[in-house]
C-alpha cells in the first residue's frame, strides 16, 4: 500500500535556527513527490515538485532534496513568517492522478 | 494567470439535509479537478478526483459524490448530511509540474 509519513509531527525553532523536515514514502513507482506549505484556516500553497532521485529545488529559504525512499525539506536561517504546517504528497504511475498525502509538520519559528 | 475559487466559504448545515460545494477554475483549460476533506489536525482526504466532463473517480465509498458538468465546474453533493461529514473541503486542479493548486476552501459544519 502507497504511503507517507512525515516527521517530526512538530518543529519549534528560534528565528535563524536551521533544520530539516522529513518525508518517507513507499509507493509503486514514483511519478512525482510535493511539497506545500499550508497557513491555518487556508487551502495548501504549493511549494516544489520533485521527480527522481538526486534532484533537488529552492525558493527562498527552502529546498527540497529526494532519495529513492525520502525527502527532505530544508529550512535555512527560518523566520517567524515561516511558521506553517509543511505537507508532502506522492503520486504514482500505477495510481493515476491518485495524490497520497502526508499528515504534515507544524513548523513554529520564534523571534 | 489561472485561479480557482470555491464557494460558500463557511456553512452550517443540519444533519440529514443536502449540500452542494461549488468550485470554478479560470485561465486553464481540461485541468485535472480534485476534492478533498481535511479533519482537524490531519492531513488531506482524496474523494474524488476528474480528468474531464463527466468522468469522476471515487476514493472513498460515502454518502457523497460529485459531478463535473463543464470543463471548469466541480461540483460536491450530498443528499444527506452526517455529522461525520464535517470538515474543511478543498478544490484543487493540477497544473503542467503535476503539483495542485488549491481553492480558500469550504468550512462546514454539521449540527
Known amino acids: 500500500e502507497d504511503q507517507v509519513t512525515q516527521s517530526p509531527e512538530a518543529l519549534r525553532l528560534q528565528e535563524g535556527e536551521s533544520s530539516s523536515l522529513n518525508c518517507s514514502y513507499t509507493?509503486?513507482?514514483?511519478?512525482?513527490l510535493f511539497w506545500y506549505r499550508q497557513d491555518p484556516g487556508k487551502g495548501p500553497e504549493f511549494l516544489f515538485t520533485?521527480?527522481?532521485a538526486g534532484e533537488e529545488k529552492e525558493k527562498e529559504r527552502l529546498k527540497a532534496t529526494l532519495t529513492k525512499k525520502e525527502s527532505f525539506l530544508h529550512i535555512t536561517a527560518p523566520k517567524p513568517e515561516d511558521s506553517a504546517t509543511y505537507l508532502c504528497a506522492v503520486q504514482a504511475y500505477t495510481g493515476g492522478f491518485k495524490t497520497i498525502f502526508g499528515a504534515g509538520t507544524r513548523l513554529f519559528v520564534k523571534a | 494567470s489561472q485561479t480557482i475559487h470555491q464557494w460558500p466559504a463557511t456553512l452550517v448545515q443540519p444533519v440529514g439535509s443536502p449540500l452542494s460545494l461549488e468550485c470554478t477554475v479560470e485561465?486553464?483549460?481540461?485541468?485535472?479537478l480534485y476534492w478533498y476533506r481535511q479533519a482537524a489536525g490531519r492531513g488531506l482526504q482524496l474523494l474524488f478526483y476528474s480528468v474531464g466532463i463527466g468522468q469522476i473517480s471515487s476514493e472513498v465509498p460515502q454518502n457523497l459524490s460529485a459531478s463535473r458538468p463543464q470543463d471548469r465546474q466541480f461540483i460536491l453533493s450530498s443528499k444527506k448530511l452526517l455529522l461525520s461529514d464535517s470538515g474543511f473541503y478543498l478544490c484543487?486542479?493540477?497544473?503542467?509540474?503535476?503539483?495542485?493548486?488549491f481553492g480558500p476552501g469550504t468550512r462546514l459544519t454539521v449540527t
Open positions: 484543487a486542479w493540477s497544473g503542467r509540474e503535476g503539483g495542485q493548486y
Open positions: 520533485l521527480y527522481s
Open positions: 509507493v509503486s513507482g514514483l511519478r512525482g
Open positions: 485561465g486553464t483549460s481540461n485541468p485535472n
